[in-house]
């Protein structure tokens, strides 16, 4: 485990980033399982940084991306936490020149977000990719809540949902994410077998939640 950062706005809830490419969100009343468990970079998360909304939660990484995952729904408590998230980031940050991220945080109006990274740079970042900066035309402001309303009316369709989660990323990034993928299906096959040909059926599928913890200690 690399680090841990507790929420501002409800402290018994933290988020961790881990040697394992993944970021993960507790409860402290309940350690025994993970709220979330959050998906994308290929390389150890070095950073976890909490957004002021206490919404969202900000990584970087040694794969040279900055990653934005959602935790829970908009104006929801901690038991929402993971009740509307899916583990994968919604939006990546990322240049040719950035190197490893060591260090990333927030701003406190929630628009802005910073990264140091090992080639001795501290960049800003905007919170939403797409969002313009500077005051809004009322006809610009009204075309932008149209094409939103249009996103969430139609994003259960396959060719939107696409669309509307396809992010640019590194080609490193990219092929590592295929490679992983192959190897997740390959360890989800032998399970399978195992649990399919173990005797009276005792092998059970484990919860990939429940691989998260190694260890209980009282």
Known sequence: ???????????????VGNEDYNAFTFNMRKLHRPTGVHKGHVG???????????????????DKTIRMFSVRKEGGTAAHVGSNSTGVSRD?????????????????????LLSGSDDT?????????????GQLLVREETSLQYRNALVQKYVHLPEVK??????????????QTQAEMVQK????RKEGNVVKHSKLRTKKFTDEKAKAIVKTVD
Do not use: N
Request: net charge positive.
């Open 92 to 112: 990546v940050y990322h240049t040719k020149r950035m190197r490893r991220v060591f260090c990333v945080g927030c701003t406190l109006d929630h628009k802005y």
């Open 162 to 175: 696409r669309i509307h989660k396809s992010r640019c990323v590194p080609k490193f990034v990219k092929k």
């Open 121 to 133: 740079t501290i960049r800003m970042w905007k919170a939403r990719s797409s969002e313009k900066i």
């Open 185 to 188: 299906e390959k360890r989800r």
């Open 1 to 15: 485990m690399q680090l841990s950062r507790m929420e501002s706005m409800e402290p018994y809830m933290f988020a």
């Open 44 to 62: 150890a998360v070095t950073s976890v940084s909490w957004s002021p909304t206490g919404m969202e939660f900000v990584t970087g990484s040694y």
